[in-house]
């Protein structure tokens, strides 16, 4: 029990409250800025998910496409809806041998719009900086 108990961990876990913020005055949750570090990450000339969007149309699309993609993420975020498209998956076999006969001898790849990668990559870094300080230095599923 030594070996994973850390005498200095809280006994209880304390977060600090959210900013209450005036309902008529309701921001955004997640920022342009957020929006526009996830788009610039992105690698170009990747496979295109089910929507056939290729990735690089997200680095060219302006201002006003920047709003929409923030509104549509805050959307997401609030009601914890998914759209359909962002659920499905493309999985593609690749035969890692000429001659493949197990399933071993292949490997996946997973085609996903890019759309969602965006938004999967702007929640993930949400919950890594809410979880930094109450992980132990042991724990490092969630970091990188």
């Keep these: 029990m030594e070996l994973h108990d850390r005498p200095n961990r809280p006994e209880t876990l304390e977060f600090e409250p959210e ?3 005036d309902a ?16 610039k990450e992105m690698r170009n000339k990747k ?18 496409g920047l709003k929409i993609m923030m509104k549509l993420i805050n959307t997401i ?3 914890g809806e998914w759209p359909k498209d962002f659920t499905e998956v493309t999985i593609i076999t690749l035969k890692k041998k000429p001659q493949a006969t197990k399933c071993s001898d292949h490997g996946t ?4 719009t890019h759309t969602a990668k965006i938004v999967a990559k702007i929640l993930r870094r949400g919950i890594e900086k809410k979880i930094k ?5 042991d724990q490092f599923g969630f970091r990188r």
């Design 19 to 21: 900013e209450e913020v």
């Design 24 to 39: 008529d005055k309701k921001g955004p949750f997640i920022l342009q800025s957020e929006v526009e570090k996830g788009i």
């Design 47 to 64: 496979a295109t998910g089910g929507d056939d969007v290729p990735g690089d149309v997200f680095k060219l699309m302006g201002e006003s």
């Design 77 to 79: 975020y609030e009601t």
């Design 109 to 112: 790849i997973s085609l996903i």
């Design 133 to 137: 300080d109450v992980l132990g230095e």
